[in-house]
């Protein structure tokens, strides 16, 4: 079955340290990895995707994500954080070639930035 | 502007009430969905519609009902069934039901549900 990992509930980084939030997936084919933020009380919002092709993708806000076949994981990282960058994060996978769009989310990772 | 509208924004329910989560979008979709988020647990599939007057169940779908007569709005019921219906609902949809063509999922602002 399908799943995905997000192995850290709560990270706190100073403001201008470097990110990066773990995410491992279980899936039988090639996946649809995304990551996704959310502002309290808010919807998700769209960081960046993964369908094929270059494995290091860039994201919005300067986030980029690496997606690592031989590990199951596509960690999500940020050179310098700023404090705006503070949300929940989420990583989910979606199945590719289903008739349906159905993503499987992680418990997301709670990020905190510190002055 | 186009997207995804929820409403209420917060909703409190009765013991044995059922109550009903609006979602209306004006992006012209043809998937919606209704995801449910509990603390620690990120998001749990309820109810998706591919196309309208058809829905399928989603991971959790016991104690909840939708319908989908109009391609823009997707109302998911709460019913008396649901035991444990505190929790915030999230609502989204995506433009085609292939996630093939599907770049990614466009989602409301929530609605949060509290039993009084």
């Known amino acids: 079955a399908q799943s995905v990992t997000q192995p850290d509930i709560h990270i706190t980084v100073s403001e201008g340290a470097s990110l990066e939030l773990r995410c491992n997936y279980s899936?039988?084919?090639?996946?649809?990895l995304f990551w996704y933020v959310q502002s309290p009380g808010q919807g998700l919002q769209l960081l960046l995707k993964y369908f094929s092709g270059d494995t290091l993708v860039q994201g919005i806000k300067g986030f980029e994500a690496e997606f690592k076949r031989s590990q199951s994981s596509f960690n999500l990282r940020k050179p310098s954080v700023h404090w705006s960058d503070a949300a929940e994060y989420f990583c989910?996978?979606?199945?590719?070639?289903?008739?349906?769009?159905?993503?499987?989310f992680g418990t997301g990772t709670l990020l905190a930035v510190q002055p | 502007d186009g997207g995804i509208t929820q409403s209420p924004k917060y909703l409190f329910r009765k013991e044995g009430q059922n109550v009903t989560l609006s979602c209306e979008q004006n992006l012209n979709h043809d998937a919606m969905y209704w995801y449910r988020q509990d603390p620690g647990q990120g998001l749990r599939l309820i109810y998706y519609?591919?196309?309208?007057?058809?829905?399928q169940k989603g991971d959790i779908a016991e104690g909840y009902s939708v319908s989908r007569e109009k391609k823009e709005s997707f109302p998911l019921t709460v019913t008396s069934a649901q035991k444990n219906p505190t929790a915030f609902y999230l609502c989204?949809?995506?433009?085609?039901?292939?996630?093939?063509?599907?770049?990614?999922?466009?989602f409301g602002s929530g609605t949060q549900l509290s039993v009084l």
């Open positions: 519609s591919q196309i309208v007057n058809d829905f």
């Open positions: 899936y039988g084919a090639t996946p649809y």
């Open positions: 989910a996978v979606g199945a590719q070639g289903g008739a349906t769009n159905k993503l499987i």
């Open positions: 989204a949809s995506s433009p085609s039901k292939n996630v093939r063509l599907n770049e990614k999922l466009f």
